[in-house]
């Protein structure tokens, strides 16, 4: 019988998925419809943009070159004109020429009639009438103003759609992730010399599977991209997996998304839990900071904290290592100014960062077992491993386990960033920015962790969602081939 049911389970938990699934991609397909509607439109309302330019520019061109023609006509016509005044002219003194020539010849007197003979010889050698050309200056022709469109006819007739640049190929097995940076790389599935650059859109998302249209962040994107990697950097890697897609464009279209692909990003992240931190402390988040005044006219109803404390909330899993590790327990106190993350570490390697305010007098970062006590500081019990930054009259640097303290004679760094080989048996700490090793502990691990800070009159800064640097893994090879310094605090548990 509990075989059949764990059977039948198993086909619900399948069925459930795969019907989420159809969902999701039925969603997909009702979203595409919407989608080529949009885009048909846009493209006929640019296709008519396109062509109201053409037309424009057409008619911009019909109206210049008419102009010309006009200014050419009138160009003609004055210099014909012109050329007809000088011939009437002309003809008006070669008119009188022969009048006084034909009355000339009615001269009986021969002295009169040289004389004649010679004046109006004179006049005809400077005529004007025998100096004109009888040649047009300018032709009726306007065949130079003429134009022949057969070629721009046949150029608008081959015009077709622009041709759409191919979805790029996303290369998986050349993609990387590491250092919080994820380098993606595509390659075209055919050479395409029209390719101008390239635009890369990704998101985070807690689904390995294809991308969803409900309940997701929107795609971030970066644009004119001109080689065929890219690597994004300075990433938080807050959700399980980042979604990424890549298309191609030239200087006038965007081609195709290619598939999308996922690529997982492990990291540790966890919040401070404000509920059992101490009440001199103001807890936001990842952020927490000394607040004197804290908890001053609160008074605590322990039955309603731990009624509180014990009801799961209903969009959390009592079982999740988050709810487990804040189980029921008491809010810290006396002075132990102590705020614990809220996500237990119970395997794995695992890194987050800390930055401290420059005027902070005290504080300590590390880890501890899931129930300190009310009481208990970082470092002074067995169950618990810290740093200690003391700032108050002088700067004290130290390593601290088990309520002893090993003196750490290095520079205090603006930020510390926190090891954790949770089945190795390591906690480390190091220089954030220059990865400098600052202390190391080993011991054995008997029960889950949780990140612990303690801070006195300042605030500190949690960075989480981090991935081990690879500065870190290459230290840590070393120091474990070399077999590694055991410190005087260490201790097995």
Not at 24 to 50: R, W, Y
Not at 57 to 75: D, F, P
Not at 417 to 440: E, P, R, V
Request: proline share 3%; glycine share 6%; hydrophobic share 35%.
């Amino acid at each position: 019988m509990d075989e059949e049911r764990e059977t039948l389970q198993r086909i619900v938990s399948t069925l459930v998925n795969k019907n989420d699934e159809i969902h999701n991609f039925i969603d997909m397909l009702n979203h595409t419809i919407s989608s080529v509607q949009v885009n048909s439109s846009n493209a006929i309302s640019e296709l008519d943009e396109e062509f109201d330019g053409l037309y424009s520019v057409l008619h911009e061109m019909k109206g210049s070159m008419a102009n010309t023609i006009q200014q050419e006509e009138a160009r003609k016509i004055q210099a014909l004109q012109d050329q007809l005044s000088q011939c009437s002219r002309a003809l008006e003194s070669s008119e009188e020429l022969l009048e006084l020539a034909v009355q000339s010849l009615d001269i009986k007197n021969p002295v009169e009639l040289l004389e004649a003979s010679r004046q109006i010889k004179d006049s005809v050698t400077v005529a004007s009438a025998f100096r004109l050309s009888l040649k047009p200056k300018v032709s009726d022709s306007m065949t130079h103003m003429m134009v022949d469109f057969a070629l721009e006819k046949r150029m608008l007739q081959a015009v077709k759609f622009l041709p759409v640049p191919k979805a790029p190929e996303i290369d998986v097995a050349a993609c990387l992730v590491a250092d919080n940076c994820i380098t993606i790389s595509w390659r075209m599935p055919e050479e395409d010399s029209r390719i101008d650059h390239f635009v890369l859109e990704y998101r985070k998302t807690n689904f390995d599977g294809l991308p969803r249209l409900k309940g997701e962040q929107r795609w971030e994107l970066v644009d004119y991209i001109k080689a065929t990697q890219y690597t994004l950097s300075g990433l938080r890697f807050d959700t399980k997996y980042m979604n990424l897609r890549v298309q191609a464009c030239n200087k006038a279209v965007a081609g195709e998304y290619s598939d999308p692909v996922t690529l997982e990003t492990k990291a540790f992240v966890f919040s401070l839990d404000s509920t059992s931190s101490h009440l001199n402390l103001k807890v936001e988040d990842t952020y927490v900071e000394w607040d004197p005044t804290g908890g001053k006219g609160q008074e605590k109803i322990k039955g309603k904290e731990n009624k509180n404390s014990n009801t799961a909330s209903p969009k959390r899993s009592t079982n999740s290592p988050r709810a487990l590790s804040r189980g029921s327990r008491d809010r810290f106190a006396g002075e132990s100014y102590t705020v614990l993350g809220d996500t237990a570490v119970e395997s794995g390697q695992h890194y987050w960062e800390v930055r401290a305010q420059k005027d902070c007098k005290s504080y300590s970062v590390g880890v501890t077992y899931r129930n300190p006590g009310k009481f208990d500081q970082l470092g002074k019990t067995n169950s618990s491993w810290c740093i200690h930054i003391n700032n108050w009259l002088q700067t004290t640097f130290s390593a601290k386990h088990n309520n002893k303290a090993k003196t750490l004679d290095i520079p205090v760094p603006d930020r510390i960033g926190i090891y954790c080989d949770f089945d190795g048996g390591q906690l480390s700490f190091y220089n954030a920015s220059s990865k400098a090793l600052l202390h190391t502990f080993r011991t054995k691990f008997t029960q889950p962790l949780l990140p612990g800070f303690m801070i006195w009159c300042g605030g500190l800064t949690v960075m989480t969602g981090l991935q081990v640097p690879s500065a870190v893994k290459t230290l840590q090879k070393s120091e474990n081939g070399l077999g590694g310094s055991t410190s005087s605090l260490n201790n097995v548990a």
